[in-house]
């Protein structure tokens, strides 16, 4: 594959430790805290990133992802170590995108100036709310003024791109209090919300026993309304389903992700995706924290790659180029994929018919207000058979 087609490239990282894990997470997250083998770790991580680096190829990095898990928990010197290693392997963009997750909190979000000093220069804190009531209710340790003192330490260290995770539709929540909820965040500057809503996963706690008092399908349909309307009137443009940006500034990586492009894994239970001449690519490092790590002691796991059908190279890329509020056009989806244009208009047509998406010029695609609203089902039309 000529370097012209090739995709933009990212790498994530996963740190899969936490103080304690929140009862909605599904993440591949373990509780841990000071007990975690942070050392041993971040020695298996750096055998993986210069096994991933031969994926690489010399391909440069857009953006690099340090997820989890909680991140914080590392040391400032232990996440410059590790970008380090990053910087001795691979080639960088330029304006290369570093994010970091953190939580709230004293222990939680660790030291924003010495993570700046590492080089991250994009921090996404976790507040999910406002309200002391639905922390408690969500698991969360951190309190409602350990949020703002987050953020400030960050836009002190030098951040200027700082995202703020919310939640809505959570357990007794209506629409004043989620639009609290923006208004708090707002009031705290922060480049990005990342705004969604509080879903029962399989394997969490709450999906095997719901909390009571979670908004009906109409309810929650209100307040993502009625959240958009004001997120759009305090200067948050809406790039993503969940996704909203002062100044231009949206998340390469995640940009990167929902457009089909390729991505490497390094860490536990890590997943990526490459495409080269042979075909598009998946694969995922072992989850078991332990058993990744007595594998790269041991031999290194590359982990094998898997082929990515055409059946599912069409649902994947829609899977997500529908989330994105601007759409798609048909020569992105044709590159990403490597399937022609006709076989995307093809497949388009039921969900044309019933008004869930709709053509401007013919060869670009945007999902219609109707689509917004029935979203998975739209997704859905798109299942290989």
Known sequence: ????????????IHLPWCVRKCPYCDFNSYTAGDKAPRTRYLDALKVDLAIEAERAAERPLVSL?????????????EIA???????????????????????PGTVECGDPAGYRRAGVNRLSIGAQSFSAASLAALGRI????????????????GFTNINIDL?????????????????????????????????????????????????????????????QQRLAELGYEQYEVSAYARGGLRSLHNLNYWSFGDYLAVGAGAHG???????????AKTANPQQYMEQQENRGDAA?????????????????????????????????????????????????RKGLIASEEGRFWRVTPL????????QAEFLPD
Do not use: C
């Open 371 to 378: 689509g917004r609203r029935f979203l998975n089902d739209l």
């Open 167 to 227: 939640m809505y539709a959570l357990p007794g929540q209506d629409v004043d209090a989620a639009l609290f909820d923006i208004e708090q965040a707002a009031e705290l500057e922060p480049q990005h919300l990342s705004w969604y809503q509080l879903t029962l996963e399989p394997n969490t706690v709450f999906h095997a026993r719901p909390p009571a008092g979670l908004p009906d399908e109409d309810a929650s349909w209100d307040i993502q309304q009625r959240g």
């Open 81 to 103: 170590g590790l970008l380090d290693a990053v910087r001795e392997r691979y080639a960088l963009a330029d304006n290369i995108e570093i994010s970091m997750e953190a939580n």
């Open 65 to 77: 992802f340090l997820g989890g898990g909680t991140p914080s928990l590392f040391s400032p010197d």
């Open 142 to 157: 951190h309190s409602v003024d350990d949020i703002g003192r987050s953020v400030h330490a960050a836009t002190e260290a």
């Open 1 to 12: 594959m000529s370097d012209a087609l090739q995709p933009p490239l990212s790498l994530y």
């Open 273 to 283: 995706k490459i495409s080269n001449d042979e075909g598009i690519w998946r694969y």
């Open 304 to 352: 094998a790659l898997q082929p990515v059908a055409e059946p599912d190279r069409l649902f994947e890329f829609l899977l997500n180029a529908l989330r994105l509020t601007d759409g798609f056009d048909e020569q992105l989806f044709t590159a990403r994929t490597g399937l022609a244009g006709d076989t995307l208009r093809q497949r388009l047509v039921p969900a044309i």
